[in-house]
């Protein structure tokens, strides 16, 4: 069965740092493209970061310079590093799996960075 | 990146109406286009990939269609469990972007 979890979102103040990491069983986040999606409060979905097959990276501008999205395939993890937070960062951060037909089919349930001093 | 709009941002319907939403692609994006549902507190759910093959398990009541530039997304009958957001999102090219979102909400 395939399953994302998230973890690592928290309180931090702005000018901080914070790392994401997603978990992921049952496929290899080394052979598929995986990304990043947050959500602000009452607000719609941004993909802010999205790491191919082949370990090339994207960023939305919003966060470029700022966040770094990685994989570590021995532990099947996904990561996203964030640092000079700010307020607007303040969102729920689902990690999410892009399937071969394009749309993003498994997500992790969530997790919560609140930026805030 | 390519900009993505919604059409309408909200919409008021009763259950067995027939719902539709448009979502439009800054650049053509051929018929790289997803839609999603979302209902709060819950991570989107994807039901319509490559902007008009549905997800294996979604009711058949949900359809897709369009390319290039202009999509739409159909609920032919819609049921109670349908109320919710619907988003499209354009994988043509990374960072993959959403529209802002079409919440469906009961009259």
């Known amino acids: 069965e395939v399953q994302l979890v998230e973890s690592g979102g928290g309180l931090v103040q702005p000018g901080g740092s914070l790392r994401l990491s997603c978990a992921a069983s049952?496929?290899?986040?080394?052979?598929?493209?995986m990304a990043w999606v947050r959500q602000a409060p009452g607000q719609g979905l941004e993909c802010v970061s999205v790491i191919d097959s082949g370990g090339t990276t994207y960023y939305a501008d919003s966060v470029k310079g700022r966040f770094s999205i990685s994989k570590d395939n021995s532990q099947n993890t996904l990561n996203l590093q964030m640092s000079s937070l700010r307020l607007d960062d303040t969102a729920v951060y689902y990690c999410a799996r892009r399937w071969y037909t394009g749309g993003f089919d498994y997500w992790g349930q969530g997790t919560l960075v609140t930026v805030s001093s | 990146d390519i900009q993505m709009t919604q059409s309408p941002s909200s919409l008021s319907a009763s259950v067995g109406d027939r719902v539709t939403i448009t979502c439009r692609a800054s650049?053509?994006?051929?018929?790289?286009l997803t839609w999603y549902q979302q209902t709060p507190g819950k991570a989107p759910k994807l039901l319509i990939y490559a902007a008009s093959y549905l997800q294996s398990g979604v009711p058949s009541r949900f359809s897709g269609s369009g390319s290039g530039t202009h999509f739409t997304l159909t609920i032919s009958s819609l049921q109670t469990e349908d109320f919710a957001t619907y988003y499209c999102?354009?994988?043509?090219?990374?960072?993959?972007?959403f529209g802002p979102g079409t919440k469906v909400d009961i009259k």
């Open positions: 999102q354009q994988t043509y090219t990374a960072p993959y972007t």
């Open positions: 650049q053509t994006i051929s018929s790289y």
């Open positions: 049952g496929f290899s986040v080394r052979s598929n493209y």
